[in-house]
């Protein structure tokens, strides 16, 4: 049973970026006084991801834009910030963490906020013009190595999700030559289903970046002759010569350093619909895999997205205050978007690619639609591709369980 803190009770909370500072905002804006310690592996203080792969990476925005840490708001938060150091290891019982500089910090509450990491290519650490897409180190080195290429160089990415998309844009924006190799037969097919991965399919074709799908990337040669990252090998066909490559083919929640605790373990830690992982022991954000009970879901998720890493913060902070059993369950709707090829992919609520689908608003002649998602009567989600002020007319609607006839009838 997780108990209500104590004005005095000290709270660790591991993974200082977005959930975790997010948490540790709402715990002192509803009045905890106690300590809060903010434990991060990453030497910059908290920043948004986001335009790691937009503004970011486009020079449009520099590292102050980014940062989640402004001093006149957090100063007076009084939070002990341990930046650069990596937590090792949880006592859950003791809920007592270790940390790699030997620290050991006791608590009354831990909130494990350590996120998602980059799946890598094996064999590909470290190379040089190789990439991915996580840090902020990750995007200035990105960012710098894209600056130094000649124009209209040999850009290849390797996996068209919304990441990659998004890099993909950049690099032809920088008037270079992008290859995507993807491995499913359709971009985001297995997020959004065939029908609206083939309407999004119009973004690409409309990009001028060439997409190859259905191809299973087996490696990366060494430069070789004028390629000078390598070379992209494929199965069953000819390497693609490449001066940069980025690697977008997904992450994996950082959980390596729970390995040992009793915590339950499965793509994600296992919470329950509190967002609590055993008694005094929460877990919020993209490596939480939670009980979520929202729009009559019942089913165990785990959502890397910026919406549900912030709401869970602050929830987290409400269930630390209220204690287990008199806190509210997690129950926000999902809420994600992405920018590329010039338009806003939104998407609201948790459809599966199974789902139904019901085309809402037609594509126009700029490439903007509207579609419901549905599972029988159920509506399970609602995509826009630059439709912002229609899509938001179905948040109160998801959140309230709608059926899909309820949706047919809103007035766009
Ligand atoms: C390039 C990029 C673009 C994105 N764009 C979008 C978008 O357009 N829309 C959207 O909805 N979402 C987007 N996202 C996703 C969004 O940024 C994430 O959902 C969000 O950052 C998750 O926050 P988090 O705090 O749970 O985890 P993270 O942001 O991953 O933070 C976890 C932190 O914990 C640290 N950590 C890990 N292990 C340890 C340890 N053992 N000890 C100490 N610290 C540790 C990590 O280094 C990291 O700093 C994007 C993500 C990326 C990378």
């Known amino acids: ?40 592996d990453e030497r910059h203080r908290p920043y948004d991801r986001p335009p790691l792969s937009k503004q970011f990476l486009t020079g449009a925005w520099d590292e102050d834009r980014i940062s989640l840490v402004k001093a006149e708001k957090h100063d007076p938060m009084g939070l002990d910030l341990r930046l650069g150091v990596r937590a090792t290891r ?37 190379r040089l013009h190789v990439h991915g897409v996580r840090t902020l180190d990750d995007a200035a080195a990105l ?6 290429l000649p124009p209209a160089s040999r850009v290849v990415l390797i996996g068209a999700g919304f990441i990659g998309q998004e890099v993909a844009t950049a690099a032809a924006a920088a008037g270079h030559r992008v290859t995507i190799l993807e491995g ?4 985001l097919r297995p997020i959004v289903g065939e029908q609206v991965a083939r309407l999004l399919l119009d973004l690409h074709v409309a990009s001028g970046a060439e997409l190859r799908c259905g191809v299973t990337v087996t490696g990366i040669a060494p430069p070789a002759g004028d390629a000078r990252a390598g070379s992209v090998e494929i199965d069953g066909a000819d390497p693609v010569p490449a001066d940069l490559i980025v690697v977008g083919i997904g992450v994996t929640p950082s959980t390596g350093w729970l390995e040992g605790s009793s915590l339950t373990i499965d793509n994600g830690v296992v919470t329950d619909e509190r967002l609590i992982a055993a008694p005094g022991i929460l877990a919020i954000g993209d490596v939480a895999r939670f009980r979520w009970l929202g729009a009559g879901h019942d ?53 599966g ?40 007319a179905f948040r109160t609607m998801l959140g309230e369980g709608a059926t899909i006839d309820q949706a047919l009838a809103v007035e766009l």
């Open 1 to 40: 049973m997780t108990h209500a803190l104590t004005p005095d009770a000290t709270v660790t909370i591991v993974g200082a970026s977005l959930a975790g500072l997010r948490c540790a905002e709402a715990l002192r804006a509803d009045g905890f006084a106690g300590t809060i310690t903010l434990v991060g």
């Open 90 to 126: 949880l006592d859950v019982e003791g809920r007592r963490v270790e940390l790699a500089d030997g620290t050991v910090l006791d608590s009354d509450a831990v909130v494990i906020a350590t996120g998602a990491a980059l799946r890598r290519l094996p064999g590909t650490e470290d």
């Open 143 to 148: 960012r710098d190595d894209l600056a130094s």
């Open 184 to 187: 499913a037969d359709l971009p």
């Open 299 to 351: 089913e165990r998720v785990r959502i890397e997205h910026w919406q549900t890493a912030a709401d869970h913060g602050s929830h987290a902070a409400k269930v630390l205050l209220a204690g287990g059993p008199l806190a509210p369950v997690f129950a926000a709707v999902p809420y994600f978007w992405s920018d590329q090829w010039g338009k806003k992919i939104q998407v609201l609520g948790h459809p």
């Open 353 to 392: 690619a199974d789902d139904d689908v019901a085309v809402l608003m037609a594509p126009d002649e700029e490439g903007r639609f509207l579609v419901a998602f549905h599972s029988g009567a159920f509506l399970t989600g609602v995509l826009a591709v630059s439709r912002p002020r229609q899509l938001m």
